[in-house]
Each structure stands twice: as structure tokens, then as C-alpha cells.
């Protein structure tokens, strides 16, 4: 086989799709559909659901992996990463099976990765950022600021599970966390062990509304639970390793990355950075 050059450009063929799923029979469907669309190569992680997830899926061309009982949303993915380097994946696109994260974004992913080669490429809900609650808004600015402790760099919207990841960082094998410290987890460990970075597509959010008449089954992300596991496991990791001070100047000098070729989010406030295609 010849060897692939390191940063030669990814394809839709050279994706793994990664879906993680709990109890996601009303949208599931739809999301994997939408994803197949995208991409050929789907594969959907069911995290012990009871409420029929993987017969909604059934008649479709996706590997189902199935856990027996829930192992949470971190297990799920390090399978998902597994199954899908096994597969020959260059990048896994990971996207949430309640519908919140539209497929027809993957190649917007896709072209930001091909901009930004070797980057991590977060979906960040930047548009219509009005239909999101206002204490999910303000959860996850803390989030991003809290996690930027750990990778040394600012970043927008660190929550989103709308992610494309390069093999190299799906690979990492002693990413610690579970559920979703995991998530949070894997920037920081890319950050440090690979010097990796995150560059941001924006993308809408996607929730209920008034204005909508699209159904979204309540969220398995408990705002004051799971951003209190976050917030500790960062500042335990921050005060093991010290320097406080000098990594507070390494934030402040590095702000995060837009992909927006489109313009729409530059110039942006807070000192952020929007990278253009060529």
C-alpha cells in the first residue's frame, strides 16, 4: 500500500462518522440517514438503550456496536475511535444522536480540516446562538474559558459534540475521564501530547423553541453536574503541573480560531481569530 502523505487532502471516503447513542429512537433515523448522505462509512455506538434505538436503524448500511448496559458517553466514543481507525478512518467526524448537530455541516468540517490540516474542528454554535438557554450560553463560555487552563489556548464553544478529530488524536490511548469529561479531556491531551489545536466551524443551535415544531428528547448533559466533573478535573490537572501564571499568559496570547471564510464572524470580539481559506 502506499503511504498517505501527512497532510495530503481528506476526502468523504477517508471519514468515519461516530455516533454515540442513548435512548435516541425519535431522531436517530433522521441523524444516520443525514449522516450516510455525507459520508459512506457510519458507525453508531448504542450505549445500552431500551427504547428500540438500533431497530429504528436496522435496515441501514452502518456498523452497530451495542453495549450491553451504559458505559457512558466517553466509553462510547473510545469504541467509536477504536472501530473506526480498525476501519482505516484519517479523521472521525463525531456527531450527537438527538439531532441537535446537522449532518449537511460534516463537509463544512471537512473543507475547515482540509484549511487547517493536523487541527481538531469543533462545530461551535455560534448562529442563532438566541434559540440556545441562556444558562447553557453562559455554561459553556465558562466551559471554554475553564478548559483553555488545560490546552493552553483559548477556544469557542469546547461542548459541542460536533467534532472532527485527526487520526492521530483519535489514537491517543490514556485519555482519563468518563462521560462527558472525556470530551474535555482528549482537547487538553492533544494539546499537550500532540500540540494539536481546535479551529471552529460555526454551525446553528439547534433546540427547542416556540418557533420550531422539531421534537428533541431532554439532554443527558446535566449543566451543574457533569460542568462541576469538568471544571474539577481541569483545576486538579492545572494545580498538579503549576505555572499558573505562565499559562495564563499563553491563554491571553492565543485566541481562539474561526474557520468563517464567509466573513460573518470577523472581526470578532474577545480577540478572535478567523482563519480564511486560501
Same mark, same amino acid.
Given at each position: 500500500m502506499t503511504p498517505v502523505a501527512p497532510h495530503s487532502l481528506l476526502s468523504r471516503d477517508d471519514l468515519v462518522v461516530v455516533i454515540p447513542a !442513548?435512548?435516541?429512537? !425519535?431522531?436517530? @433515523?433522521?441523524?444516520?440517514?443525514?449522516? !450516510?448522505?455525507?459520508?459512506?462509512?457510519? !458507525?453508531v455506538i448504542d450505549d445500552g438503550s431500551d427504547d428500540g434505538t438500533a431497530e429504528r436503524i436496522a435496515d441501514l448500511p452502518v456498523t452497530v456496536i451495542r453495549h450491553e448496559r451504559r458505559m457512558g458517553k466517553g466509553a462510547s466514543l473510545r469504541d467509536g475511535f477504536t472501530?473506526?481507525? @480498525?476501519?482505516?478512518? @484519517?479523521?472521525?467526524?463525531s456527531?450527537?444522536?438527538d439531532g441537535q448537530h446537522l449532518p449537511a455541516d460534516i463537509p463544512r468540517l471537512l473543507a475547515a480540516a482540509n484549511r487547517n490540516p493536523g487541527h481538531i474542528v469543533i462545530g461551535a454554535r455560534l448562529r442563532r446562538r438566541s434559540q440556545q438557554p441562556i444558562y447553557r450560553r453562559l455554561a459553556n463560555e465558562f466551559?471554554?474559558?475553564?478548559?483553555?487552563?488545560?490546552?493552553g489556548y483559548q477556544l469557542a464553544d469546547s461542548q459541542s459534540g460536533q467534532r472532527l478529530y485527526?487520526?492521530?488524536v483519535a489514537a491517543l490511548s490514556d485519555v482519563p475521564g468518563e462521560d462527558f469529561v472525556f470530551e474535555a479531556?482528549?482537547?487538553?491531551?492533544a494539546a499537550q501530547q500532540l500540540g494539536? @489545536?481546535?479551529?471552529s466551524v460555526p454551525i446553528e443551535s439547534r433546540y427547542k423553541c416556540v418557533h420550531?415544531?422539531?421534537q428533541f428528547r431532554p439532554s443527558h448533559f446535566k449543566p451543574l453536574r457533569d460542568f462541576s466533573r469538568i471544571t474539577s478535573h481541569v483545576v486538579l490537572g492545572v494545580l498538579r503541573r503549576g505555572g499558573i501564571a505562565e499559562m495564563y499568559r499563553r491563554i491571553r496570547a492565543n485566541p481562539a480560531l474561526i474557520d468563517d471564510p464567509s466573513g460573518e464572524f470577523a472581526p470578532a470580539p474577545m480577540g478572535v481569530v478567523q482563519t480564511r481559506s486560501p
Open positions: !442513548l435512548n435516541e429512537a !425519535l431522531r436517530i @433515523r433522521d441523524v444516520v440517514e443525514g449522516a !450516510l448522505a455525507e459520508c459512506p462509512r457510519v !458507525l472501530h473506526a481507525l @480498525r476501519m482505516g478512518a @484519517r479523521a472521525i467526524v456527531m450527537d444522536g466551559a471554554d474559558w475553564g478548559i483553555a487552563w488545560g490546552t485527526p487520526a492521530a479531556q482528549i482537547l487538553i491531551s494539536t @489545536r481546535v479551529v420550531s415544531d422539531e
